[in-house]
């Protein structure tokens, strides 16, 4: 059995420069941090003794003989491309501390945690970054969904980074070296909210990539701020309320690319919390939906609170370690039950050595 935990993240800067339609010619660049939010999947060899093949709980639980029968996407796709002969058979259990599609890429989290899952399966390693690229290859090739590529990367890798999208490469991740004070002081300014609404981050990318023609300006000035950002954060004398100021500025640029980044309500919920006391904020993610972030000086957090009735606030911290194996079983003894474990498609299916798709 094997068990992976691989956390959310919160993206600052520059989403939106992360989609291959605009880094491929302009290049760009994101500021994110993964948070001590996360999802776990749960995967081992399901025993012949069921009368089906596969199980997958998510939202909703499935038990089918196929695996072109199974609902769940990623699931469906990663099995059926990934193996040379018929899979064998699995379990595989999701469970996750945030809602989904609400901005924090947990989509992505759980492509991760599947793939690295299964490599586990088969006792081989793949490294953060190699599992990032293939998280994408599901992602956009296998799915052909309209989405970037910061998620895969900020919950495999881990941690406070700039993230480069190369014209000509991959990714290049940096980390930034904040001191424990400095990082302290970041994270007593974070102020996350639930705003109850839910949204496929693939709709309204498409709907933004209609507008990037039109809007290379501001996807120009979001990646500039990628590095004020950073040096902000980098300057301990810099006031944390200026980074808030950025990402209002920000927000305001994201909401400009497209009707479907935000709604009524939302609105109204940012402008009460901005004049509650409130630096900056943005709503997480593509938009449409999700998760509201501010910054918000300590003394006036009670205010913003206040102002926000109807939201929930979730308190979150940075964390450091990415998408990581949380528990690793080699199960029964595997011959004297490999015949209870093992039927013929499951001993010959083979998974392909790790690939790097640039």
């Known amino acids: 059995m094997v068990i992976v935990r691989t956390p959310l993240r919160i993206s600052f800067f520059g989403g939106g420069t992360d989609h291959p339609t605009w880094f491929r010619e302009h290049g760009g660049a994101v500021l994110s941090t993964s948070i001590n939010k996360y999802v776990y999947l749960q995967m081992r060899r399901l025993p012949s003794i069921f009368s089906f093949n596969y199980r997958v709980s998510w939202r909703m639980l499935e038990e089918v003989k196929t695996v072109a029968e199974i609902q769940h996407p990623v699931v469906r796709e990663v099995l059926g491309n990934y193996f040379k002969k018929t899979p064998p058979r699995f379990e595989i259990v999701y469970n996750a501390d945030l809602p989904g599609r609400s901005g924090l890429g947990s989509s992505s989290a759980f492509t991760v945690a599947l793939l690295q899952g299964l490599w586990a399966q088969y006792g081989r390693l793949i490294s953060n970054y190699d599992l990032a690229l293939e998280a994408m290859h599901v992602e956009q090739d296998l799915l052909k969904e309209a989405v970037g590529c910061q998620d895969q990367v900020a919950v495999s890798v881990g941690g406070l980074n700039r993230i480069d999208f190369l014209q000509n490469g991959p990714f290049r991740v940096t980390p930034l070296p904040l001191m424990n004070k400095r990082r302290e002081e970041l994270e007593s300014h974070m102020m996350l909210f639930f705003t109850h609404y839910q949204r496929s981050a693939s709709a309204v990318e498409t709907d933004k990539l209609r507008n990037f023609a039109k809007k290379q ?4 000035r979001m990646r500039e701020m990628v590095d004020e950002g950073q040096n902000i954060l980098l300057n301990p004398n810099a006031s ?7 990402m209002h500025e920000g927000w305001c640029l994201k909401r400009d690319l497209s009707s479907a980044v935000s709604s009524s309500d939302i609105d109204d919920a940012y402008e009460a919390a901005m004049k509650a006391g409130a630096s900056g904020g943005k709503l997480l993610g593509a938009g449409g939906g999700g998760f509201l ?12 609170r206040d102002a926000l009735p109807q939201l929930v606030q979730v308190p979150i911290k940075m964390e450091t370690r990415g998408s990581h194996l949380a528990m690793f079983e080699q199960g029964l003894d595997a011959a004297s039950d ?5 039927d013929q498609a499951s001993q010959t299916a083979e998974i392909p050595q790790k690939r790097v798709f640039g």
């Open 338 to 342: 490999a015949d209870f474990y093992d």
């Open 240 to 246: 944390i309320s200026e980074f808030g100021k950025l």
């Open 293 to 304: 972030l501010f910054m918000v000086e300590p003394e006036r957090q009670k205010a913003v």
């Open 217 to 220: 300006a501001n996807l120009h």
